[in-house]
């Protein structure tokens, strides 16, 4: 079981490329979850998929950012237009059920994505 | 503002001590609560987690204590190890409002065990 995979593990970008971070979650978890975290911070949640669908997109930015999680392949994370403030660690996570009440220890992390705006 | 936060930001420990890792919470609405441990370069691990019709659960070397009078959740480790020295992170478990549940996570005591 190889567990959440992300990559790259780090992604250099110039201000105004464009970032794709994928996640491909582990076998049997049909549910992804994108947190972001800043240096010295804690992680702060992004956006929550099932596959072919966004189920809460409460944390994400209004613009630039998008997310999709298709039947076949891994979530991807797309930043349009990367500026400065947008460096950060993006992690990825995933779980067999929704989450929700009762739901202990069934949330996986991968090793993240580490995003270096120049 | 953060609805979860931590005392202190550092804190280092004798090797062979104990570890005590702090917590407040203001959501008096989650329904568990989870410590997670993050290693340099690495995503967040899974330590214990609590019900918040709990007030004390312990695991291999971990207590979690959960006091909700005053909303302050604490992780203790015992003898604690060279390996034990991480960034230690409290999460809370609610519901976003939004048709799911979220994680959200304070910022962060990073635990230095001193040999």
């Known amino acids: 079981n190889a567990g959440v995979m992300q990559n790259p593990r780090h992604l250099v970008r110039r201000r105004g490329q464009e970032a794709r971070l994928r996640c491909s979650p582990m076998?049997?978890?049909?549910?992804v979850y994108w947190y972001r975290q800043l240096p010295e911070e804690g992680l702060k949640f992004m956006v929550y998929?099932?596959?072919?669908?966004?189920?809460?997109e409460s944390g994400m930015p209004k613009e630039r950012f998008s997310a999709e999680f298709p039947k076949e392949g891994p979530s991807i994370l797309r930043i349009q237009q990367v500026v400065r403030g947008d460096s950060a660690a993006y992690f990825c996570?995933?779980?067999?059920?929704?989450?929700?009440?009762?739901?202990?220890?069934?949330?996986?992390f991968g090793s993240g994505t580490r995003l270096t705006v120049v | 503002g953060e609805s979860v936060g931590l005392h202190l930001p550092t804190l280092s420990v004798q090797e062979g001590d104990n570890s005590i890792i702090n917590c407040a919470y203001s959501?008096?609405?989650?329904?568990?609560f989870i410590w997670y441990k993050q290693e340099s370069g690495k995503g967040p691990q899974f330590i214990i987690d609590?019900?918040?019709?709990?007030d004390k659960r312990q695991g291999q070397r971990v207590t979690v204590l959960l006091n909700k009078t005053v909303k302050h959740l604490s992780l203790q480790i015992a003898a604690t190890q060279p390996g034990d020295s991480a960034v230690y992170f409290c999460?809370?478990?609610?519901?976003?409002?939004?048709?799911?549940?979220?994680?959200?996570f304070g910022k962060g005591t990073k635990l230095s065990v001193i040999p």
């Open positions: 609590i019900r918040s019709n709990m």
């Open positions: 996570a995933s779980s067999p059920r929704p989450r929700g009440q009762g739901l202990a220890g069934g949330y996986t």
């Open positions: 999460a809370e478990n609610r519901d976003s409002g939004a048709g799911s549940y979220q994680l959200t």
């Open positions: 076998k049997g978890h049909s549910h």
């Open positions: 959501n008096s609405a989650s329904d568990y």
């Open positions: 998929l099932q596959k072919e669908n966004i189920i809460d």
